[in-house]
């Protein structure tokens, strides 16, 4: 049982290309989270998905787009990278299990947009 | 929206002391549950602890503990018999009806030897 896991483990751009940050998870979770992490701040949610085929704006989703086309894996993508995109960016998955939402994060992906 | 404020970036403890955490959050909801999650060097996220709202009783995981206070929305973690591998960024985190994580800003905690 692999949990959540992301690929790559870390990636450099130079603006203007792009590229798709794969999320995977093995534990038949409902809900997939992608967020970023700046330093000196907390994780900020990107996109999220709640089921397969389905997907919505978190607080911080420009620039990014996202696709949940089978119910274990959430796609990240960057249609044209920038220098802001350079961050540390985590998937996370959870169960829809009434108001308690606990998630599980994969390991991260570092990402230097030169 | 929820805010989660962390008002210490850093903190600093001697191995085998207590260290207390602090966090603050504004919502206007009444139902949510809050945690806290640890981030070590390896930058791998991990649940320590978590408080349901509309439980008054303080979750306690082993050597963590919280102290919430609903009313002044304050959530703070305490960990005691502190050890060397509790070193890592602490960040808190909020849920509500959205089913969203908000977190705070984090506290590098260091344990000192």
């Known amino acids: 049982n692999a949990g959540v896991t992301q690929t790559p483990k870390f990636r450099v751009l130079k603006t203007g290309q792009s590229m798709t940050l794969l999320c995977a998870q093995d534990?038949?979770?409902?809900?997939m989270y992608w967020y970023r992490q700046d330093p000196g701040m907390g994780l900020r949610l990107i996109h999220y998905?709640?089921?397969?085929?389905?997907?919505a704006k978190g607080e911080v989703p420009d620039g990014y787009n996202v696709s949940r086309l089978k119910k274990q894996n959430f796609l990240l993508g960057l249609e044209s990278a920038a220098p802001s995109q350079t961050s540390v960016y985590f998937c996370?998955?959870?169960?829809?299990?009434?108001?308690?939402?606990?998630?599980?994060f994969g390991p991260g992906t570092r990402l230097t947009v030169l | 929206a929820q805010t989660v404020t962390q008002s210490q970036p850093e903190m600093s403890v001697q191995e085998a002391e207590t260290v207390t955490l602090s966090c603050t959050y504004d919502?206007?909801?009444?139902?949510?549950?809050l945690f806290w999650y640890k981030q070590p060097p390896s930058r791998q996220m991990i649940l320590v602890i978590r408080?349901?709202?509309?439980?008054?009783q303080n979750a306690t995981e082993n050597r963590f503990s919280v102290n919430f206070q609903k009313a002044a929305k304050s959530f703070s973690l305490k960990i005691s018999d502190s050890q060397l591998g509790d070193t890592a960024m602490y960040f808190c985190?909020?849920?509500?009806?959205?089913?969203?994580?908000?977190f705070g800003s984090g506290t590098q905690l260091t344990v000192l030897p």
């Open positions: 996370a998955s959870s169960y829809q299990r009434g108001g308690y939402n606990e998630q599980f």
């Open positions: 998905s709640v089921g397969e085929g389905t997907t």
């Open positions: 919502t206007s909801e009444n139902n949510y549950y």
């Open positions: 408080q349901e709202a509309y439980k008054q």
């Open positions: 985190a909020y849920t509500g009806s959205a089913r969203q994580l908000t």
């Open positions: 534990m038949n979770h409902e809900y």
